[in-house]
């Protein structure tokens, strides 16, 4: 974001340094067209002063179901049984971990996975969560799309298999048909153990982070501010709203 902003004619763009408790004031926000860039957590306080909605979290929209090759269920916290991958329903409360219901923590959960459990566990019991079957993927692959088209694509997983094979086009493609989500998003995709390329998940832009290599700076930020301008035309009623949904 800031080597965009470097690279624009002088003038065009100013880069704002804060903290999350020191975001501008809604006026910024709104008057002078600043765009939050951060964590989750970042953007999130910059809509609730800018009066915007957060949207729902995306993770499985309709349309990816034929996608997923592995089942998926919305289940409260409490009604979690035997071993399972979880994940919130809401943007970042946790991040996903496998649980298994049955065993002793210790014995098969790390620090990171560990601190996960504990923000679940302090969520309401009746807190909804999704629960799939656990699934090995060989690599995972983040596309950034903006306008119905890929703009940039890149590998994220640390751990997966050097020599794994690419997600296949012709079902991303496919994919992004059938989801039809007209405002920017990235799109998760993985390529299973026995060779399917699946969904991960799906996620909205407006705080979605740049991966090395994936697209160019000016690409990124126009990625965002495309989102960001949907999400200001949505708190107006008498904006025009096409794909800003």
């Not at 470097?6 to 100013?14: F, K, P, T, V, Y």
């Not at 002793?104 to 566990?121: F, G, S, V």
Request: proline content about 7%; hydrophobic content about 45%; some cysteine.
């Amino acid at each position: 974001m800031r080597m965009a902003a470097m690279l624009m004619d002088s003038g065009q763009a100013e880069v704002i340094n804060c903290d999350i408790g020191a975001l501008p004031s809604r006026s910024l926000l709104l008057q002078r067209g600043a765009m939050p860039v951060g964590s989750v957590e970042f953007v999130r306080q910059a809509m609730k002063l800018a009066g915007i909605h957060e949207p729902a979290a995306m993770s499985y929209p309709p349309g990816c179901e034929p996608f997923l090759h592995r089942q998926i269920r919305r289940v409260p916290i409490v009604e979690l049984r035997g071993r399972q991958f979880v994940k919130p329903t809401t943007t970042k409360s946790f991040n996903g971990f496998v649980l298994d219901a049955d065993a002793p923590l210790a014995q098969y959960l790390d620090e990171h996975d560990l601190e996960q459990h504990t923000a679940m566990r302090s969520l309401p019991a009746d807190t909804l969560v999704y629960a799939s079957e656990v699934v090995q993927f060989q690599c995972e692959w983040r596309y950034y799309v903006l306008g119905g088209l890929i703009i940039g694509a890149a590998r994220y997983d640390p751990d997966g298999l050097d020599d794994a094979p690419e997600p296949d086009l012709v079902v991303i493609n496919a994919c992004m048909a059938s989801l039809a989500i007209q405002h920017p998003y990235a799109l998760d995709i993985g390529v299973l153990a026995d060779g399917r390329t699946a969904v991960v998940e799906v996620n909205d832009a407006w705080a979605i982070g740049w991966y090395r290599n994936s697209l160019k700076p000016m690409a990124y930020l126009e990625f965002l501010l495309a989102r960001w301008r949907c999400l200001l035309n949505r708190r107006d009623p008498h904006a025009r709203t096409e794909g800003c949904a």
